[in-house]
């Protein structure tokens, strides 16, 4: 009927309460200032007879049930005042029992009954017992629930709890959660059968009014957990297993989580870390619809912080094996509840190993075997969809990751990959970046190879491209964090030892090379600087160690470098190569192997003539490789002349005459080099110097020819600085007269450059001069040198 | 007028008096009228003893055949009124024939008088006891004057008392057991019991435990039957389900009722039963009903 019925009318018919209720209250307050007991019974019963409506939403019964209550304590106030109706209070509890009908008569009850038990004329547990019992004559759901609900409010304050006016003798605590036990019970009943009423057109509706109602039930909950002196025996022996025997028989979903959350919120943490097989136990037979994982989550965050408040109760979960339990629990509800999506059984798995990290921080075993039935439960499912559960998964394997700051600990964890290989690619790069930032934010060294194969085998979609992933979607900015992510992580990888580092080094090798030529151009050269850092480590021992094996060692790095870097080319990336090259040439140089250097140093060439073709590259290629060459003093004679007559040859074959310029002056250096027992081919430098005034002064040409005027003066300079250099290094082929002569030179040119204007003063030029000028009056012995320029 | 009102006026005041009528209970009775009087309250093999004065009007005279006094018990059946049928009938004499002048009194009583039933006030019968004084005339018809009191008669509480305990139901729709502690219950007594839901498929609305007294008198072809329902009390608000128990408390004490008469010399019987009515919502009664014995308990107080 009510379903049926329009907003309108229920206002109406709660209008209409209302008015009863008044109109029989006004009697009953003119009985009750007449102390006309009769009329009283008569009038209140009336007044309530107004509950008994069948018409009402919750809600609005609600609010008439309220209006009743008011007035129901003036009511009690005066069956308190024996004075005023003259009878004793046992009589009157007799005499309300006579209303013919049940609800007044038993809200009547109720007042009178706590009213007697207030005289203590009776033991407060018959009279609570007595109610209790009485009330069951009411079997509508809501009248039943706000009937019972009135009771516990009247006994409230009147339960024989411990230290209270009601408890002593016959009375025990007992007593009082016996009653409160089994009003809950009652109210349960009659909420959980709510649901069965009216057509099922109006499940929802039924649904969400039955949820308005749940405080009612549960409030009972939240008197149990504040009765005074139920300790842990008897929450143990009575109340938690009547109440989760009400929970599960109820068979109700709404009802077990709605009564589950309040049992785990309601009663102290001590008490169910003692309880948690019981607790647990009625967790595994709810119904299948019931969203147990909340449940348990909270449960568990609860003892998570039970846990983390006190180091004091750790060994309380110990002894209860609170982790072992739990672990049950969760495995057999995951097992019996079929219809629960995975990212439900993540979300458990994420509270049972939060919860074991915070309990038993020291017990690896249990993280990997909570990782361990999650690889169970993954593998049991086709690939992960669902983009929440692949979060739960992310915070599963995160979580170790916070606790333990260390990651090597992460990575003795057997489970851990086996999980990760769940995730689509997207989230198992977040997760392997998130492994990568946990390592940098810790600053943790990875020092065996066995952690780096682990490691690489979790971070392995950065690494690698997985089967399947469309490399076109990939986020160019993204990619390359990723790859510089990598790429730090390689310099993570550390071992004073220089055999393991090897092993290091072979596995890293071993996984970057198979990233393909996108991230190649990452990953390589801090492996290869990783490597040559190895190599002057081994060098640096060498002196000491005196091994056979040690250059072995070291000409085994060069071989793997070689390959490393040749696999480069598959990219292509000459540059990147032709610096690496180089670089491994100087390491090579620095461990006397001759050979290795002049092998890196010819594919440095082979790659500059074959593949570097962009003249910028070329002149910034020239340079490094003079650069590198000129420090390179392992070669003989004869390879050294090789290279450098190379080296020169590029140079002077350099599309644009400032580069060749520069690059031929730079070659200069190669056969001067300022140490003891450095080459020092004095006429060498004349050579390539004066070569290079011969291109400076084409350039200069060329320059006149196109446009009507030559260019700054800037290549004669800089020749005119390398003069100066050599002839201060003492070199004997550079004269005194050398460097007057390209002065003045210098000085013609810039004349005719401007014609017959102003002088045009290059600032390079006159810092030259000054710094001539300097030497001069400086005096001594390069003073002297100095002496016979003029300027 | 006045004269003629003087002349039907019965020619002397009768009163009749109760030896301890100042401290005798009273009950109410109700009279044909429908008015509430008070009469004293006697038990059987008690002695009624009184003073009955006859007064005469001022100046008058009364000459009489002689006084006399009855004790009767009379049974009275409303479908064939009029007609009294006495069970008990004792006589005193009070004064041979002659003339009364003055106010005269005459003490009167009547030991251990039997009196085995109860006043009782029905639908089609009444049994009353009166004491009935009469002035015996030739002439001018003998005047009379009636004083009813109430007869209860108190039983001690039966030795065998047992517990009315029975299944019932409709089957594949309605099954229950019901229990009353006892089957027979004292006037101010309370009906404890339970009602014990075991199968439950109907739609119940509410559950009510009716006391009704079914009274019948005459005998053979003429026996006439009323059941009144003297209290409905509501035992249940709503729909239980299957293996709810309900408790029943029914206090007595509010409700009219007499104890159970049997066969009352073979006029009348008076018969109460409990009555258990289920109301579904389509307002469809289920019921059982019980018979139960009613007793008068002698009261320890007043």
Known sequence: ?791 | MNFLLGAFKPACNISITFTDGKNRKQVPIKKDNGQIVMNPLFQSQETIAGKIHIDPYQGKKVEHNGVKVELLGQIEMYFDRGNFYDFTSLVRELDVPGEIYERKTYPFEFSSVEMPYETYNGVNVRLRYVLKVTVTRGYAGSIVEYQDFVVRNYVPPPPINNSIKMEVGIEDCLHIEFEYNKSKYHLKDVILGKIYFLLVRIKIKNMDLEIRRRESTGAGANTHVETETLAKFELMDGAPVRGESIPVRVFLTPYDLTPTHTNINNKFSVKYYLNLVLVDEEDRRYFKQQEITLYRLKEETS
């Open chain 1, 1 to 791: 009927m009510r379903a049926l019925a329009g907003v309108e009318d229920e206002e109406k018919w709660l209008a209409e309460g209302i008015a009863g209720i008044q109109h029989n209250a006004f009697f009953m307050h003119r009985a009750l200032d007449a102390n006309n007991l009769r009329e009283v019974l008569k009038y209140s019963a009336l007044m309530l007879s107004e509950l008994r409506t069948s018409k009402l939403s919750p809600q609005k019964y609600y609010d008439l049930y309220m209006r009743a209550f008011d007035q129901l304590r003036q009511l009690e106030i005066f069956f308190k005042d024996e004075s005023r109706h003259g009878l004793p209070v046992v009589d009157l509890y007799e005499l309300v029992q006579h209303a013919g009908n049940i609800l007044p008569r038993m809200y009547l009850l109720c007042t009178v009954g706590s009213v007697y038990i207030k005289s203590k004329q009776a033991p407060s547990k018959d009279v609570l017992k007595d109610l209790v019992e009485m009330c069951r004559g009411v079997q509508h759901p809501i009248r039943g629930l706000f009937l019972r609900s009135y009771l516990a409010q009247v006994s409230r304050d009147k339960l024989p709890e411990i230290g209270s006016d009601y408890e002593g003798d016959a009375n025990t605590v007992m007593d009082a959660v016996e009653f409160v036990l089994q009003n809950f019970t009652e109210m349960n009943k009659l909420w959980v059968r709510i649901q069965h009423q009216g057509p099922g057109t109006v499940r929802e509706k039924q649904e969400k009014e039955r949820n308005e109602l749940r405080d009612l039930v549960g409030k009972n909950l939240h008197v149990l957990g504040q009765i005074e002196g139920v300790d842990l025996e008897m929450y143990k022996e009575t109340v938690l297993p009547r109440v989760l025997e009400q929970v599960v028989n109820c068979k109700d979903k709404l009802a077990q989580y709605y009564l589950m959350e309040c049992i785990i919120q309601v009663f102290p943490d001590e008490y169910h870390l003692q309880t948690l097989e019981a607790l647990l136990a009625a967790c595994t037979q709810l119904m299948p619809t019931v969203d147990t994982k909340i449940v348990l989550t909270q449960l568990m965050d609860r003892l998570s912080n039970y846990a983390a408040s006190s180091p004091d109760v750790l060994h309380e979960f110990l002894q209860v094996e609170a982790f072992a339990k739990l672990s049950n629990a969760i495995g057999k509800v995951i097992d019996t509840q079929l219809e629960m999506p995975i990212v439900g059984a993540m979300t458990l798995f994420v509270s049972l190993l939060t919860f074991t990290l915070r309990v038993h921080p020291d017990r690896l075993d249990y993280v990997d075997q909570v990782l361990g039935a999650c690889v169970v439960k993954l593998s049991s499912v086709p690939k992960l969809e669902d983009s929440r559960a692949m979060k739960q998964v992310v915070a599963l394997l995160s979580a170790p990751l916070e606790k333990y700051s260390d990651i090597v600990t992460a990575l003795t964890l057997s489970n851990y990959p086996r999980v990760m290989d769940h995730l689509d690619d997207g989230t198992n790069k977040v997760m392997a970046m998130l492994i990568i930032q946990s390592i940098m934010k810790n600053d943790s060294c990875i020092s065996t190879a066995d952690k780096v194969e682990v490691l690489f085998e979790l971070i392995k979609g950065l690494i690698k491209d997985l089967d399947g992933t469309n490399v076109e979607e990939l986020d160019e900015e993204d990619f390359q964090e990723e790859q510089n992510s990598v790429a730090r992580l390689i310099h993570m990888l550390d071992n004073e030892e220089p055999e393991e580092m090897l092993k290091i080094i072979y596995v890293v090798r071993k996984h970057l090379m198979t990233g393909g030529p996108q991230r190649l151009p990452f990953t390589v050269p801090p492996l290869v600087f990783s490597a040559v850092r190895l190599v002057r480590q081994l060098e640096a021992q060498g002196g000491n160690i005196a091994g056979e094996d040690v250059p072995a060692t070291l000409r085994k790095i060069f071989q793997i470098l070689n390959q490393t870097i040749e696999a480069l080319s598959s990219v292509p990336c000459p540059e990147l190569a032709l610096r690496l090259y180089l670089q491994c040439a100087e390491a090579a140089s620095d461990c006397d192997l001759e050979p290795v250097a002049y092998e890196f140093f010819t594919q440095a060439f082979i790659l500059y003539e074959e593949e570097i073709a962009d003249s910028k590259a070329q002149v910034t290629a020239i340079h490094l490789i003079v650069g590198t060459l000129q420090r390179i003093n392992v070669f003989g004679v004869e390879n050294r002349d090789t290279l450098t007559h190379k080296a020169t040859g590029y140079s002077a074959r350099l599309l644009k005459k400032p580069d060749q310029c520069r690059a031929v002056y730079a070659c200069s250096h190669l056969f001067w080099v300022d140490d003891p027992e450095g080459i020092k081919d004095g006429e060498r430098v004349l050579l390539c110097l004066r070569r290079a005034l011969r291109i400076a002064n084409a350039a200069q040409q060329m320059v006149n020819a196109t446009r009507g005027s030559s260019g700054p003066v800037t290549l004669f300079v800089e020749i005119l600085n390398k003069y100066i250099y050599f002839f201060e290094k003492g070199n004997p082929h550079i004269t005194p007269s050398d460097i007057q002569s390209l002065i003045e030179l210098i000085n013609t040119e810039m004349l005719s450059d401007n014609g017959n204007t102003t002088i045009h003063s290059d600032p390079f030029f006159s810092s030259t001069l000054r710094y001539i000028r300097f030497q001069k009056q400086k005096g001594g012995v390069m003073g002297e040198k100095y002496d016979s320029i003029k300027l």
